[in-house]
C-alpha cells in the first residue's frame, strides 16, 4: 500500500459506547505508534508496537484503552465506556527499525465524537 | 520527562514576507528533533529533521531550521511564504533510545494575499 490507512475516518458514538479504530501500516514497517489528538492540543503518544509486542504502553490514558496488533500488521485500538473526554483525532505512524532514527509516517486519523 | 514548547499557536503573516516558527525543548542530551506539517484536510508529513551533523537543516520547499544546543532551540524559518505555506506546523523531540515522539502544541501559520 501507499501509505498508513486508518478507519473509520469519522466516529460519532454515545458515551458510554464501546469504540474500535482500526491502522494499516505501511507493508514491511515493524513498528506501529498510536497517538492522540485533542482540540487546541499537540499530539499525545499513546502506545508503541515493535512486532505485535508493545514495549511501551505508557500513554494510555485510562484502563478503558487497549490496542493490539496482528501478524505484524493491523492494529485496533479499543476504548472502552467511552467518555466526552475521549474525543479528539486518533492518529496512527507506521516506520521500519533500525539502529538509527526512522522516519514514522503518519496516517489521516480517525475523528471520534462522542456525545 | 521531555517536553516541547511552541510559543506561538497562531501567526498570520503576508505573502513573501519572512517567517520564523518558535520551538525550544526540555533536554539537549542525546536528541533527535523534527518539524512536522499538517495542510488543511490532510495528515501530518514530515518537513524536515536534525539527527545528527550540520545544525542547519532545509526542506525542499524552502524551509530551514537550525539546531540550537546551548539555548534548547529548533526554530522553523522560511525566507518568504507563499499562500500554499498556510498550515499547522509542529515541532517534536525524541530523545535517543526512545521511540516516543514528544510533540508541541502546534503553530497555525496563515499566509495572507
Known amino acids: 500500500g501507499a501509505g498508513v490507512s486508518q478507519s473509520p475516518s469519522n466516529k460519532v458514538t454515545e458515551k458510554g459506547k464501546d469504540v474500535e479504530l482500526r491502522c494499516d501500516p505501511i507493508?514491511?514497517?515493524?513498528?506501529l505508534y498510536w497517538y492522540r489528538q485533542r482540540l487546541g492540543q499537540g499530539l499525545e503518544f499513546l502506545i508503541y508496537f515493535q512486532g505485535n509486542s508493545a514495549p511501551d504502553k505508557s500513554g494510555l490514558p485510562s484502563d478503558r484503552f487497549s490496542a493490539e496488533r496482528t501478524g505484524e500488521s493491523v492494529s485496533t485500538l479499543t476504548i472502552q465506556r467511552t467518555q466526552q473526554e475521549d474525543s479528539a483525532v486518533y492518529l496512527c505512524?507506521?516506520?521500519?527499525?533500525?539502529?538509527?532514527?526512522?522516519?514514522?509516517?503518519f496516517g489521516p486519523g480517525t475523528r471520534l465524537t462522542v456525545l | 520527562a521531555q517536553s516541547v514548547t511552541q510559543l506561538d499557536s497562531q501567526v498570520p503573516v503576508f505573502e513573501e514576507a519572512p517567517v520564523e516558527l518558535r520551538c525550544n525543548y526540555s533536554?539537549?542530551?542525546?536528541?533527535?528533533l523534527f518539524w512536522y506539517v499538517q495542510y488543511p484536510n490532510q495528515g501530518l508529513q514530515l518537513l524536515l529533521k536534525?539527527?545528527?551533523?550540520?545544525?542547519l537543516v532545509e526542506s525542499i520547499n524552502g524551509f530551514e531550521a537550525e539546531f540550537n544546543k546551548s539555548q534548547t532551540s529548533f526554530h522553523l524559518r522560511k525566507p518568504s511564504v507563499h499562500i500554499s505555506d498556510t498550515a499547522e506546523y509542529f515541532c517534536?523531540?525524541?530523545?535517543?533510545?526512545?521511540?516516543?515522539?514528544?510533540f508541541g502544541k502546534g503553530t497555525k501559520l496563515t499566509v495572507n494575499p
Open positions: 533536554s539537549s542530551v542525546s536528541v533527535y
Open positions: 505512524a507506521s516506520s521500519s527499525f533500525g539502529t538509527n532514527y526512522n522516519e514514522q509516517f
Open positions: 536534525y539527527l545528527s551533523g550540520s545544525t
Open positions: 517534536a523531540v525524541i530523545q535517543g533510545g526512545s521511540e516516543k515522539l514528544v
Open positions: 507493508s514491511g514497517h515493524t513498528a
